[in-house]
């Protein structure tokens, strides 16, 4: 089959690198890649364990703490039971769109301007030629132009935004994830090979971003000192969080074309993470490519219930409150009492635990929770 897939993203350059190897004609096609990104290049250990291009010479940072801030006063450190890692968005582009050129693929540097649909197959038009292919993949992200053009875009209200700096030098290895009271979203600072990515998530509201950066500039000198910010390079990017209504009508596929990661809506609304979900929807679509349906049932399956499920908790999450205060405030404050709590967030955080068992697996460990607050186990 004669596949083009719009996007060289993770999502995109591991779909045409499995489909490659499938015996298919694969066309990738972008304007930019490989690119930066704001994202703090988090990769979970589920994701480090399933997907084999992590077991290449790929730079990356292990992470051995993580200590999560709620304001000035409230904080939690945990160890991870298996690594984390943390990489370059380009370095990861880089030897993706390497392998998949290895296998096969023709790659493209141009942008698609229009797609128009010609029988069962598709035409792409950019400035300087047309494609055609058999079936289209859109792995163009949040605001994907192949969704736009084939079915409905992601609404203003099912999309956050990022903002991150970039910043050179070598630092510890620690992830830090700061929580502000007020404020719907979160800021982190993540260790990369040779640089640091300090950056903030939040909902897309109008009039936001300029306060945003300002907010995140405040973080890093107060971090790294005033000097830091003459070299940091700034980036900022749309991401999915689609909320509880949008997944019961998330439409990912049709006939002769389908979206995978962000373009699909695929990524943890609470926390922002897509690196694991666009590998993994690559690799779906990549299985049952001759049966697109198919492609969709597995997505949900796999991929959907449990962010559907996030989508749920995201509310009480930010704005809920437990114990007569902040939830996240109180969640920090019991973490650094119980360190089955810690194992149950370092868990989660590493990509082991799905939020879908969530409730049942903190309330199966209650007696234990409570066991440590006796006897004053903190890990």
């Not at 945990?78 to 370059?88: C, D, E, F, G």
């Not at 993706?96 to 493209?108: K, M, N, P, R, W």
């Not at 929580?179 to 950056?199: A, D, L, M, N, T």
């Not at 492609?295 to 009480?316: C, F, H, N, P, V």
């Amino acid at each position: 089959m004669n596949i083009t897939i719009v996007g060289a993203g993770p999502a995109g350059s591991w779909a045409s690198i499995l489909l490659a190897k499938r015996g298919h004609t694969v066309t990738l096609i972008d304007p930019q890649a490989p690119w930066e990104k704001p994202c703090g290049g988090g990769v979970t250990a589920k994701a480090l364990s399933a997907f084999d291009i992590f077991d290449t010479g790929l730079p990356r940072q292990l992470i051995d703490q993580i200590t999560f801030y709620f304001g000035d006063t409230n904080s939690v450190t945990l160890t991870p039971q298996q690594p984390l890692a943390i990489v370059s968005r380009r370095e990861l582009g880089k030897y993706l769109l390497d392998a998949a050129e290895s296998a096969g693929v023709s790659f493209i540097r141009s942008r698609v301007s229009k797609i128009t649909p010609a029988g069962r197959s598709w035409v792409l038009s950019t400035r300087d030629t047309e494609l055609h292919a058999d079936f289209l993949v859109g792995a163009d992200g949040a605001t994907s132009l192949v969704r736009r053009s084939v079915s409905e875009g992601l609404p203003p209200e099912d999309l956050c935004v990022t903002l991150g700096y970039i910043i050179p030098g070598n630092v510890s290895s620690q992830m830090k994830i700061f929580f502000v009271p007020g404020f719907e979203g979160y800021i982190w600072s993540f260790p990369r090979p040779h640089h640091v990515s300090y950056g903030l998530i939040t909902r897309s509201v109008p009039g936001w971003t300029s306060r945003a950066k300002v907010l995140l500039s405040n973080f890093i000198i107060a971090d790294l000192g005033a000097d830091a910010m003459e070299q940091a390079e700034f980036y900022s990017a749309p991401v999915p969080c689609l909320g509880p209504r949008s997944w019961k009508k998330n439409r990912i596929e049709g006939p002769g074309w389908a979206v995978i990661g962000d373009a699909a809506g695929f990524a943890d609304p609470i926390t922002g993470e897509g690196i694991h979900f666009a590998f993994k929807s690559g690799q779906i679509l990549a299985e049952t490519i001759d049966r697109p349906e198919e492609y969709a049932q597995r997505a949900w399956t796999e991929i959907g219930r449990d962010l559907s499920r996030a989508s749920t908790m995201y509310r009480k999450f930010y704005r809920g409150s437990f114990l007569a205060g902040d939830f996240k405030k109180r969640a920090i404050q019991l973490s650094r009492r119980s360190r089955t709590l810690k194992t149950i967030l370092g868990n989660l955080i590493a990509g082991n635990q799905g939020y879908l068992g969530l409730k049942k697996k903190l309330l199966l460990s209650v007696p234990r929770i409570g066991w440590d607050f006796i006897t004053g186990k903190s890990g």
